[in-house]
């Protein structure tokens, strides 16, 4: 018995140490959105266009790592006015602050799969912890480019006045949730 | 009471008349100054409700908030602090760059080197324009707040029609505020008293708070430089007004109409070129 377990961890240990790398976020496959309450009639979504950052995961050595930067200006609703509106120094302000960043500083793991992600998320320049849950993440080789990829769906929520994004308060929603799916290929 | 403390036209149009007001009645007998400490409490309880009570973080916006009550305070103090000695000419638009420097620093070192040139000289000229343009009217009550009252307020619509309802509403305070002034001066039958200072000092919360908000509202938000142009023709519009009627309302109708024409047809014309996709979101 004690063979069988020791031959498979063999086969299982070569498949995570070749996941170990740094792989860069791919814009086109990762989605930042968030949904926060209208005037107490409905949730509004809103996504942001434009980001980059990289991954770092180890699974076998239980390491892992992200860096996301949001360019705070891309904020699409779905309507240009409202959009501009929230870029505009009532809310986000992305003139005077153009990037949003989240920075891991600790992960939790479920076995050998990632389970959550913590780090500082950095909004108006105010930079405050932020748990975010992973309810999947799968690497493996594209289909199609042949490259090793990493892929993983998190999910966590704020308080905005948190960070200084007091305007509005409390017709439009304290609280946002917010939803990353993510893919990184491998450097 | 809540409720109506959360809603924008009680924020910056129905509280700072009124505190305007209450607070000049209360303070025209003990100084001249009356004027000013209150704009002072007006701007201070709206900017409080609009904003919140944080400074965190110390945004462009909450910059201009605390340069607009500095100013207030400097304008009412001065002439206690230094009775003999007049302040130079330069001491007011001065402070202004300065407040400039200190609002857009951040935007500013992100800019090039032509943009920062087009900034200076949009900026600066800005200020010194208006700084002689209200040191014009300085001397007439009557002038200098109908000026200030309708450059605010078109300066105030602007910039909320250019989608920072934020920045509008801190102007549309201080035109508010304003008003009440202009209101006090036609029922009191007294003047309102500018509270004559040194130098430029006394017009310094006019041409800082209308030149900080114009600014930013392009800067931070989306209104078209150009439109400060008409805007900042106020003061001047203001102090060609050809006739001086002696009754107060008359004066103060007439001093303000040049103003109101003009910052009601540049707000207008904001609004139209920004609302093509608008279906009041």
């Not at chain 1, 140490?17 to 009639?41: E, Q, W």
């Not at chain 2, 002696?246 to 207008?268: K, M």
Request: some cysteine; glycine content about 8%; charged content about 15%.
């Amino acid at each position: 018995m004690k063979k069988v377990l020791l031959l498979a961890s063999l086969a299982i240990l070569p498949v995570n140490s070749l996941l170990a790398a740094n792989y860069t976020i791919d814009p086109g496959h990762t989605y930042v959105s968030f949904a926060v309450n209208h005037l107490g009639f409905s949730t509004m979504r809103g996504k942001f266009n434009k980001q980059s950052g990289s991954l770092n995961y180890d699974p076998a050595g239980k390491k892992a790592s992200v860096t996301i930067e949001i360019d705070a200006a891309s904020i699409d609703t779905g309507h240009e006015k409202r959009d501009q509106h929230l870029s505009s120094p009532d809310f986000l302000n992305a003139v005077e602050h153009p990037t949003i960043t989240f920075k891991s500083t600790k992960v939790g793991w479920s076995g050998d799969k990632l389970s959550t992600v913590t780090g500082n998320l950095t909004i108006l320049g105010v930079s405050k912890p932020v748990t975010l849950k992973v309810s999947s993440i799968n690497c493996g080789e594209h289909p199609f480019n042949k490259k090793q990829v990493c892929g993983f769906d998190a999910s966590g929520s704020i308080k905005r006045s948190d960070f200084g994004v007091n305007y509005g308060l409390p017709g439009i929603g304290e609280v946002l949730d917010l939803q990353i799916e993510l893919e990184a290929a491998k450097d | 009471m809540e409720q109506i403390l959360d809603r924008p036209e009680f924020q910056s149009a129905v509280i700072p008349f009124v505190v305007a007001m209450l607070v000049y009645a209360g303070l025209k007998k003990l100084t001249a100054g009356a004027w000013i400490w209150a704009l002072f409490a007006a701007f201070l309880i709206s900017s409080s409700l609009i904003n919140g009570t944080t400074l965190s973080p110390l945004t462009g916006t909450r910059k201009i908030i605390l340069l607009v009550l500095g100013s207030l305070i400097l304008a009412g103090l001065v002439p206690y602090l230094i009775r003999q000695v007049k302040l130079p000419r330069a001491a007011a638009p001065v402070l202004t760059i300065l407040a400039l420097l200190w609002v857009f620093g951040k935007v500013v070192a992100r800019m090039d080197l032509i943009e920062i040139a087009l900034f200076l000289a949009g900026g600066v000229g800005l200020v010194l324009w208006l700084t002689w343009t209200f040191g014009r009217i300085a001397n007439d009550d009557s002038r200098l707040h109908s000026a200030g009252f309708t450059l605010l307020l078109g300066t105030g619509l602007s910039a909320a029609a250019a989608a920072s309802a934020l920045l509008g509403q801190l102007a549309l305070s201080l035109a508010a505020a304003s008003g009440g002034m202009l209101l006090a001066w036609v029922l009191q039958g007294k003047a309102v008293g500018s509270g004559r200072v040194s130098g430029s000092i006394s017009t310094l919360p006019y041409v800082l708070s209308a030149a900080l908000i114009g600014l930013a509202a392009i800067i931070f938000a989306r209104l078209p430089w150009y439109a400060l142009i008409p805007l900042a023709a106020i003061p001047l519009a203001t102090s060609l007004v050809p006739v001086k009627p002696d009754a107060r309302f008359l004066s103060a109708l007439v001093n303000s109409l040049p103003g109101l024409i003009i910052a009601l047809a540049v707000s207008y014309w904001v609004w139209q070129a920004g609302s093509s996709n608008s279906s009041g979101y």
